[in-house]
């Protein structure tokens, strides 16, 4: 396999072979040869610390090297020997009194990750050259070889910089090394290597260990079935829930221990707020890890483009949407029962039916009028009306029909009209009188912007996401949203069923079954099916923390497992549908139940009471027919 360096300077670019090895050290400030991570380097006599450089992870392809411009033998035979055995690109630094000449000529930083290793006799001068190196490379892992007198300087370094990707490679003697490290528990690991012992890094004790049973404070909230928190009587927060559950599963995995804080003053997640001196002021959950006060966060936190800048978050473990409760409707008035088992246009075309067989028996009635005494009952349009009206009804009239004609004009109306019709509203009404009827929901963001229902969710991130979106529906949602500092007033507000509220589905399903359970008249708030959001939820880190990489593998193998499907079903609460059927038993019908046909009953008895004192007061004009007999 071949293999080139290039060592670079202002002058020239030389082209060094694959196999030959550097008997003394190159005048040039840079040797550069592709991409890796950082891994910082001590002499190793034996070679043993060549083998520990060469095991650095594979996930970075490359090897920086930097030494001291009046490096030691040792410094020298390391370089010689990476430039025989290393198989990947690999880049030579000199430094002098803690600066890195090469450093001036490079312009970008590194878009893949290096490994450096950095061999230094006077550790004093490390942390400008670190700090250099991690303005110029994205690091991997960092080892730092220095000798054995230097070893309290390096575990006071190893301390500042809190980095677990930073190794101190300390030789005692031909037969004995030590490797440093600091751990995640804020602790400094050190492992001692016999000379016949493997180095490899991944067989070390302390890899092991995890997090040490390091005490972590998490801050969280209240926020059913997600989190279930409150503070007993001692005054210590207790937590439940899914990701309670979650969190208790990671802590007996890697090791650590937890205490948990709640935030203040309606806090809850936290928001952003700008300073105008360009400062941001980070509140609840985020405002924890921002300021450190905190190691983990969670509570439904949702991964957010604007929140990265402040905070990290591990990798996502469950999937959910943003979706609206809405006041269910309530069942109409029980007398409504009359005109609902017919539609609008049913009851317009029977209307204008009953108008058309009027119409009909008083011609033919008119057209039969040169034959004595032929159907003389229908020449009176009242009376055809009245007969209408009766047979519509199911009353049977007394009649004297002759012509041929009015005979089958009867037999079609009273079949299709006086008989279907009558028969298939009974049906309908003893339904609607039975159960109460109710209009469907508010199921689409489309019904939802045309209703009247006021909108509101917790902060301000929905609403102005929203307002920036691209489809012009979600900006006019937007426009009519409310923000809420409150989440149980939030909730109180379906109460007036004047209120759309919007939050996690999961959550909205909890409040539905657990605020507003179904009543005998029906379901007290309904779930719109179409939602607005997606969400990704995650734990919340401090910004660089050491603690991602041991959470995001862990979090991994139980999403891949399934146990946080598992777990969220434990605690998923749901509003069961209103069966009607179920939430009443066989009783009798009621005054409350045909109070329709007894407000029927009263007006028509007063409408022919009023037609019977007009009759008194301005006459009664017999018939036509009836004068004849």
Same mark, same amino acid.
């Not at 030691?72 to 990476?82: P, S, Y």
């Not at 000379?195 to 092991?208: A, E």
């Not at 959470?551 to 999403?559: C, G, T």
């Not at 009798?588 to 407000?599: E, I, N, P, R, V």
């Given at each position: 396999?071949?293999?080139?360096?290039?060592?670079?300077?202002?002058?020239?670019?030389?082209?060094?072979?694959?196999?030959?090895?550097?008997?003394?050290?190159?005048?040039?400030?840079?040797?550069?040869?592709?991409?890796?991570?950082?891994?910082?380097?001590?002499?190793?006599?034996?070679?043993?610390?060549?083998e520990?450089?060469?095991?650095?992870?594979?996930?970075?392809?490359?090897?920086?090297?930097?030494?001291?411009?009046?490096?030691?033998?040792?410094?020298?035979?390391?370089?010689?020997?990476?430039?025989?055995?290393?198989?990947?690109?690999?880049?030579?630094?000199?430094?002098?009194?803690?600066?890195?000449?090469?450093?001036?000529?490079?312009?970008?930083?590194?878009?893949?990750?290096?490994?450096?290793?950095?061999?230094?006799?006077?550790?004093?001068?490390?942390?400008?050259?670190?700090?250099?190196?991690?303005?110029?490379?994205?690091?991997?892992?960092?080892?730092?070889?220095?000798?054995?007198?230097?070893?309290?300087?390096?575990?006071?370094?190893?301390?500042?910089?809190?980095?677990?990707?930073?190794?101190?490679?300390?030789?005692?003697?031909?037969?004995?090394?030590?490797?440093?490290?600091?751990?995640?528990?804020?602790?400094?690991?050190?492992?001692?290597?016999?000379?016949?012992?493997?180095?490899?890094?991944?067989?070390?004790?302390?890899?092991?260990?995890?997090?040490?049973?390091r005490?972590?404070?998490?801050?969280?909230?209240?926020?059913?079935?997600?989190?279930?928190?409150?503070?007993?009587v001692?005054?210590?927060?207790?937590?439940?829930?899914?990701?309670?559950?979650?969190?208790?599963?990671?802590?007996?995995?890697?090791?650590?221990?937890?205490?948990?804080?709640?935030?203040?003053?309606?806090?809850?997640?936290?928001?952003?707020?700008?300073?105008?001196?360009?400062?941001?002021?980070?509140?609840?959950?985020?405002?924890?890890?921002?300021?450190?006060?905190?190691?983990?966060s969670?509570?439904?936190?949702?991964?957010?483009?604007?929140?990265?800048?402040?905070?990290?978050?591990t990798?996502?473990?469950?999937?959910?949407?943003?979706?609206?409760?809405?006041?269910?409707?309530?069942?109409?008035?029980?007398?409504t029962?009359?005109?609902?088992?017919?539609?609008?246009?049913?009851?317009?075309?029977t209307?204008?039916?009953?108008?058309?067989?009027?119409?009909?028996?008083?011609?033919?009635?008119?057209?039969?009028?040169?034959?004595?005494?032929? +159907? &003389?009952?229908?020449?009176?349009? %009242?009376?055809?009306?009245? !007969?209408?009206?009766? *047979?519509m =009804?199911?009353? #049977?009239?007394?009649?004297?029909?002759?012509?041929?004609?009015?005979?089958?004009?009867l037999?079609?109306?009273?079949?299709?009209?006086?008989?279907?019709?009558?028969?298939?509203?009974?049906?309908?009404?003893?339904?609607?009188?039975?159960?109460?009827?109710?209009?469907?929901?508010?199921?689409?963001?489309?019904?939802?912007?045309?209703?009247?229902?006021?909108?509101?969710?917790?902060?301000?991130?929905?609403?102005?996401?929203?307002?920036?979106?691209?489809?012009?529906?979600?900006?006019?949602?937007?426009?009519?949203?409310?923000?809420?500092?409150?989440?149980?007033?939030?909730?109180?507000?379906?109460?007036?069923?004047?209120?759309?509220?919007?939050s996690?589905?999961?959550?909205?399903?909890?409040?539905?079954?657990?605020?507003?359970?179904?009543?005998? +008249? &029906?379901?007290?708030?309904?779930? %719109?099916?179409?939602?607005? !959001?997606?969400?990704? *939820?995650? =734990?919340?880190? #401090?910004?660089?923390?050491s603690?991602?990489?041991?959470?995001?593998k862990?979090?991994?193998?139980?999403?891949?497992?399934?146990?946080?499907?598992?777990?969220?079903?434990?605690?998923?609460?749901?509003?069961?549908?209103?069966?009607?059927?179920?939430?009443?038993?066989?009783?009798?019908?009621?005054?409350?139940?045909?109070?329709?046909?007894?407000?029927?009953?009263?007006?028509?008895?007063?409408?022919?009471?009023?037609?019977?004192?007009?009759?008194?007061?301005?006459?009664?004009?017999?018939?036509?027919?009836?004068?004849?007999?």
């Amino acid at each position: 396999m071949s293999f080139s360096m290039k060592f670079l300077s202002s002058k020239s670019i030389d082209v060094i072979p694959k196999g030959k090895q550097l008997t003394k050290w190159p005048s040039t400030t840079q040797l550069e040869l592709g991409i890796g991570r950082s891994l910082m380097l001590m002499h190793d006599k034996d070679c043993r610390t060549v083998e520990f450089i060469m095991e650095a992870e594979s996930m970075c392809s490359g090897l920086v090297v930097i030494f001291e411009e009046d490096g030691t033998a040792e410094q020298e035979e390391i370089v010689d020997e990476l430039s025989v055995r290393y198989r990947r690109p690999l880049t030579l630094l000199r430094s002098r009194h803690g600066k890195v000449q090469a450093f001036d000529e490079i312009t970008d930083k590194e878009t893949v990750c290096n490994n450096v290793a950095v061999l230094l006799h006077n550790l004093e001068e490390f942390p400008p050259i670190y700090e250099h190196i991690q303005q110029h490379y994205y690091l991997g892992d960092v080892i730092l070889v220095t000798s054995s007198n230097s070893s309290k300087i390096g575990d006071k370094l190893l301390q500042d910089a809190r980095n677990e990707k930073l190794y101190l490679f300390v030789e005692r003697g031909q037969r004995l090394v030590e490797i440093h490290k600091w751990m995640v528990s804020d602790r400094l690991q050190i492992d001692y290597i016999s000379k016949n012992n493997n180095l490899s890094r991944g067989k070390l004790p302390g890899q092991r260990k995890m997090l040490m049973g390091r005490n972590l404070t998490i801050a969280t909230l209240d926020f059913p079935p997600i989190v279930f928190a409150k503070k007993n009587v001692s005054g210590k927060v207790i937590a439940s829930g899914i990701e309670p559950s979650l969190v208790a599963i990671l802590a007996d995995k890697l090791n650590f221990k937890v205490n948990y804080i709640l935030p203040v003053n309606d806090e809850m997640w936290g928001t952003l707020v700008f300073n105008g001196t360009g400062n941001v002021t980070v509140t609840g959950l985020l405002g924890f890890l921002h300021r450190k006060e905190a190691d983990v966060s969670y509570g439904d936190l949702h991964m957010q483009q604007r929140l990265l800048p402040y905070v990290d978050f591990t990798r996502a473990f469950r999937n959910n949407y943003e979706c609206f409760l809405v006041p269910a409707p309530r069942p109409y008035a029980k007398w409504t029962a009359l005109y609902h088992p017919f539609s609008s246009a049913i009851w317009a075309v029977t209307g204008l039916v009953c108008i058309f067989a009027v119409g009909t028996l008083r011609l033919l009635a008119k057209w039969s009028s040169w034959r004595a005494n032929e +159907d &003389g009952f229908f020449s009176d349009t %009242m009376v055809c009306f009245l !007969f209408i009206l009766g *047979s519509m =009804l199911s009353a #049977q009239q007394p009649q004297e029909v002759r012509m041929p004609a009015n005979r089958l004009f009867l037999i079609w109306w009273l079949l299709a009209a006086a008989t279907v019709i009558p028969t298939v509203y009974r049906s309908g009404l003893i339904s609607y009188i039975t159960f109460p009827y109710t209009p469907a929901p508010i199921d689409t963001i489309q019904q939802l912007v045309d209703s009247p229902l006021k909108k509101i969710s917790w902060g301000d991130y929905f609403k102005t996401s929203l307002l920036n979106s691209n489809d012009p529906l979600h900006r006019k949602l937007g426009v009519q949203f409310a923000i809420a500092t409150n989440l149980t007033n939030m909730f109180s507000l379906l109460e007036t069923d004047s209120w759309a509220v919007m939050s996690n589905q999961g959550n909205l399903r909890y409040q539905a079954a657990a605020l507003f359970p179904p009543t005998s +008249d &029906g379901p007290r708030v309904h779930l %719109m099916t179409e939602c607005v !959001f997606p969400t990704r *939820s995650a =734990l919340g880190l #401090q910004k660089g923390s050491s603690l991602k990489p041991y959470f995001d593998k862990e979090i991994y193998r139980l999403v891949e497992a399934g146990i946080v499907e598992h777990i969220s079903s434990q605690f998923a609460k749901k509003q069961k549908p209103w069966d009607p059927t179920k939430s009443r038993k066989l009783a009798a019908y009621s005054l409350d139940s045909l109070q329709g046909a007894f407000y029927l009953l009263g007006l028509g008895i007063a409408l022919s009471f009023l037609i019977f004192l007009s009759e008194v007061i301005f006459g009664y004009r017999k018939p036509k027919f009836l004068l004849a007999k």
